[in-house]
């Protein structure tokens, strides 16, 4: 049986031992919770039991967990410059064993260790997964990218973005992205030449998406067309190319949603 309120409570009680005031800390505990409720969203709208949509919030709560450590000890939330925060994760949690504060029962770990560890790759080890270990590997990677729309959304783009720089609007887009784009590609983070690559490689999350109910609540909430608002390019070129990629994305997203 699975205890989210006493989840709940063991998760603050870890992060607790980190510098909460810290923005960085604070913004990630705000994107798990998030995530946590995102996962149980889409469970619910898949008419899974309640027992299942209670294992999804638990792992949408310990998807990021090993982000704290992560930042502790490299001072940085980029994988690229430091660890793979999905595989500490499951370390701390299945190595450390503090698993058990989160829930007493066995019966689910497997699940847990292979979503945790799945949540960021990118793509699923499918054939390494049972079907049950699938589904959920599948619902904690669309709550998670799909609340990266909204961290972008609410946040300073400055702040989203890898490479520092001062305006983000100020960026040009590179051409090979927006051909790769309108590919239907999940565009890939180690090809990014430019800040707005990085953005349009966000955006791409939507070929991505498992399910066709997670499309839904992107087109619900409008986060195609409110991110490329708020971007609101200077660059000629590329904010042309930015129109285009709203409507591409509009209309894949519309088409998987009436198919």
């Known amino acids: 049986m699975i205890d989210i309120v006493k989840a709940k409570k063991y998760f603050k009680e870890y992060v607790s ?3 909460v005031l810290d923005s960085r800390i604070k913004l990630k505990i705000i994107h798990i919770n998030h995530v946590s409720e995102n996962s149980k969203q889409i469970a619910k709208f898949l008419d899974l039991s309640k027992e299942e949509q209670d294992l999804a919030e638990l792992i949408g709560l310990l998807h990021d967990i090993g982000r704290f450590e992560q930042l502790r000890i490299y001072g940085t939330f980029s994988d690229k410059v430091s660890i793979n925060h999905a595989e500490k994760g499951v370390e701390i949690l299945f190595k450390d064993n503090i698993i058990r504060n989160f829930i007493e029962d066995t019966t689910y770990d497997d699940i847990i ?3 945790v560890k799945n949540h960021n790759l990118l793509k699923i080890e499918e054939n390494l997964l049972s079907k ?3 589904l959920h590997s599948k619902i904690i990677r669309d709550a998670d990218k799909l ?3 909204r961290v972008f959304l609410e946040s300073k783009l400055e702040d989203c973005v890898h490479i520092e720089t001062e ?3 100020k960026e040009i887009l590179s051409e ?3 051909e790769d784009f309108s590919k239907q590609k999940l565009l890939l983070y180690a090809n990014i030449k430019t800040n707005m690559d990085f953005m349009v490689a966000c955006l791409s999350y939507i070929y991505d998406f498992n399910f066709v109910d997670t499309l839904k609540i992107v087109k619900e909430k ?3 067309n409110k991110i490329i608002k708020k971007i609101d390019a200077k660059d000629p070129y590329t904010k042309e190319k930015l129109d285009e990629i709203g409507v591409m994305a509009m209309n894949f997203i519309n088409k998987r949603i009436n198919n």
């Open 222 to 224: 409008d986060y195609i």
């Open 147 to 149: 609340d990266i729309f």
């Open 17 to 19: 031992k980190y510098d």
């Open 113 to 115: 260790y292979k979503a």
């Open 176 to 178: 090979e992205y927006f």
């Open 167 to 169: 305006d983000v609007s």
């Open 132 to 134: 049950e270990e699938l």
